[in-house]
């Protein structure tokens, strides 16, 4: 019998049997002989297991870092193709040099060969000989003879030999008649054949015929760099005394990754530093591994991949990686595009595409000015312009060019911060807080096979016509700060409703603002944002109120970016999620074409409703006709008014289009709109108790023939 005994090795539980004692089976209880026990089992650690050793070595990577992925592989030969390019260039130059310098080596070769050849052709070696004998024949009588035996042999000798060199010559001269009248291919390879050994033979001991060119790497990095930028941060103890200093494992690298360098390392314990504290001195690390931080790009190896709370994974970039010809967002060529599936955004440092769940999401968008804020944000609303079962709900606080292709499409669309744009957007939150209470209405209702989750899906917005809302405000600030406080307060409430419940019935908010501060853009909104992208801004505190506090410390920081990089933005996922995305580019003429198709994709299906169906410009565009831009404009200004003031008028065309509009008068515009067939049914109207010059829009609207445009 024997017992069993249970040791880990190398994470796996190993059983070793011992015998146990024959004095010890009086001990053993009746029921513990039951069990049967194998006669003989193999222990994994036995003496005489020969496998003992393989069995306990613990699992190792057989290939080396750099080919272990498909992706590392294609990184180290499109350096090595760039590298051998390089030198073929590098040399290719240089070629006039490199002959010239066989000429003269194959010269020197030459003048080798001729002095080495010479004491065999003269015989210098029985030469000394004979020297040698002549001399000692002074000395001793008998030994004349054999001198003269020996000079007459040395005579014969070198008379042979010269002639032999002689018909050599002859036959070498005879041969270079003849390749001198050869073909030009023949006597480049004769003269290769003979000029290589010659100039072989020339060359010295510490000659070099070809330069050693070194390609200038802009960042060259290597394990003992990594060390001593770390060192320098404060990350790794300094050795004391003769002991070597600490130092981190590196898992994989430094290898070469795309245009950069990759590696993943590990901290090393007792030191108290963590992977957090590696990302928070970036700069550091950056500025002692002569880079810009823009280059460095770190995070967390999570347990989930392999890591731990000190691994990290480094990529240093050759130079500037967001720079360079804006990617064409694939959404500018499609034809449809499903909302349910991840949007296509942008590219990170490596050039991997970046793509974003939007569906049960909420949106925030933030940045400096003129830093492709909201051509980013309109990524979003582009992506559901190709889906017709997508219904958008725009508001612009700018009120500017950006989103004024969207009134083909938008079931409601408010432009500007002006009064009666305020109050069109709080009429548009409580139409949609009124939809969203009706849609939990419809789930709460509908059997669990169908709605299984309490959420909205394709087949109940197929079956239900309960289409994806798609709640994109643009400049949120100029809102708030145009709103008397209490309004404002309501409008925040609204918000903040409809971003927080508004996901499980397929609300999708899209919201845009300047540095988001306390006064343009409260906290209670901002925190329950779940995506957030912030191009440029000042400082780490801006980025920190954009991405979420803290984010900077983790590395998520949006103050990094410069003026150069428009459309590049820090894109934050989760609580410790973030990537620096180049977003794809969709100019303005771009997204005008994709709300016309995606105007043409509603009318099909049926679903073009709300403002864009009424749209007189829109319906005008779709049946190929020209309504005057003087009309398009007025009636864009008086989109929620039915009258208007001839000099509010005037000032919301200005702001539309200062350099159009910037010199109308109230004598012009009248004239302007006469010719476009405005007939004004009155010169005067009156609003809120007062009587003014103005204009109805009905009287705009009866100048576009409605009736051959709305069949």
């Known amino acids: ?333 499609a034809e449809r595009f499903s909302i349910w599936e991840p949007i296509p955004f942008g590219q990170d440092a490596r050039g991997n595409r970046v793509e974003v769940p939007v569906m049960w999401q909420s949106l925030f968008f933030g940045g400096l000015p003129r830093r492709g804020k909201t051509f980013t944000q309109r990524l979003m609303t582009a992506a559901g312009l190709l889906d017709s079962h997508v219904r958008h709900y725009v508001a612009d606080g700018k009120g500017g060019a950006d989103w004024m292709p969207m009134k083909a499409v938008a079931h409601r669309l408010v432009m500007g911060a002006e009064d009666d744009a305020c109050q069109a957007l709080k009429a548009m939150l409580q139409e949609l807080l009124l939809e969203m209470e009706r849609r939990f209405a419809i789930l709460r209702d509908l059997p669990t096979s169908l709605c299984p989750e309490g959420k909205l899906t394709p087949d109940i917005v197929a079956r239900h016509n309960l289409p994806v809302i798609f709640v994109t405000i643009d400049e949120l600030q100029e809102y708030f700060t145009a709103m008397e406080r209490e309004d404002r307060e309501q409008v925040i409430n609204d918000l903040c409703r409809i971003a927080r419940r508004g996901p499980a019935a397929g609300f999708v908010s899209n919201f845009a603002s300047q540095r988001p501060d306390a006064e343009s853009v409260p906290a209670k909104l901002r925190e329950i944002i779940t995506l957030r992208y912030s191009t440029q801004v000042v400082d780490r505190t801006s980025s920190d109120m954009v991405l979420g506090k803290g984010k900077a410390a983790q590395g998520a920081d949006a103050s990094v970016l410069s003026e150069e990089h428009k459309g590049v933005g820090v894109l934050v996922t989760g609580p410790a999620s973030y990537v620096t995305v180049r977003a794809d580019y969709l100019d303005g003429p771009g997204f005008a074409k994709l709300c016309a198709k995606g105007r043409a994709l509603r009318e099909a299906a049926g679903q073009l409703t709300g403002d864009a169906a009424g749209d007189v410009t829109a319906a005008a565009d779709a049946a190929g006709l020209k309504i005057p831009a003087i009309l398009t404009d007025v009636l864009e200004v008086m989109r929620h008014s039915p009258r208007m003031f001839t000099v509010d008028l005037l000032a919301g065309l200005v702001n539309l289009d200062e350099d159009v509009y910037g010199d109308f008068s109230a004598e ?9 067939g405005v007939k004004r049914t009155s010169k005067q109207v009156k609003i809120s108790g007062a009587n003014a010059a103005g204009y109805q829009r009905r009287d705009i609207e009866g100048a576009a023939p409605l009736e051959f445009l709305l069949g």
């Not at 018909?167 to 003849?178: E, F, I, S």
């Open 1 to 333: 019998m024997s017992e069993t005994i249970a040791r880990p090795v190398n994470g796996h539980t190993l059983t070793k049997l011992h015998p146990i004692p024959p004095d010890a089976l009086d001990t053993v209880a009746p029921e513990a002989e039951a069990p049967a026990v194998p006669d003989v089992v193999e222990a994994v650690d036995r003496a005489d297991n020969p496998l003992a050793d393989w069995l306990t070595v613990p699992d190792a990577p057989v290939l080396p870092a750099w080919a272990r992925s498909a992706a590392s592989i294609r990184a180290n030969v499109t350096a090595f193709v760039r590298l051998s390019w390089w030198h073929t260039r590098y040399h290719g130059v240089r070629t006039p040099k490199y002959l010239v310098r066989t000429v003269l080596l194959a010269a020197r070769g030459f003048f080798r060969a001729t002095v080495g050849l010479w004491p065999t052709l003269s015989a210098q070696d029985h030469s000394a000989a004979v020297k040698a004998l002549r001399a000692q024949s002074r000395a001793r009588p008998e030994d004349v003879e054999l001198a003269t035996r020996l000079q007459s042999a040395h005579a014969e000798r070198t008379r042979t030999r010269r002639w032999r060199f002689g018909t050599a010559a002859v036959a070498v001269a005879a041969a270079a008649v003849g390749i001198a009248l050869a073909d030009p291919l023949v006597q480049t390879g004769v003269a290769a054949a003979v000029v290589t050994p010659l100039a072989y033979l020339g060359r010295g001991k510490d000659a070099q015929f070809l330069d050693q060119g070194a390609p200038p790497l802009r960042v060259d990095m290597s394990a003992q760099q990594l060390n001593d930028a770390l060192r320098a941060a404060g990350l790794l103890k300094s050795g004391r005394g003769d002991e070597d200093p600490p130092r981190v494992s590196c898992s994989m690298g430094p290898v070469r990754d795309g245009r950069g360098w990759a590696v993943i390392f590990d901290l090393p314990r007792g030191g108290g530093k963590t992977a957090s504290d590696v990302l928070a001195k970036r700069e550091v690390i950056a500025q002692e591994l002569g880079v810009d931080e823009i280059q460095v790009i770190m995070s967390r190896v999570r347990a989930a991949k392999g890591g731990n709370a000190g691994r990290v994974s480094m990529w240093v970039a050759d130079d500037d990686p967001y720079l360079g010809t804006p990617n064409p967002s694939p959404l500018a060529t």
């Open 668 to 676: 012009r515009l009248a004239a302007e709109l006469e010719a476009a």
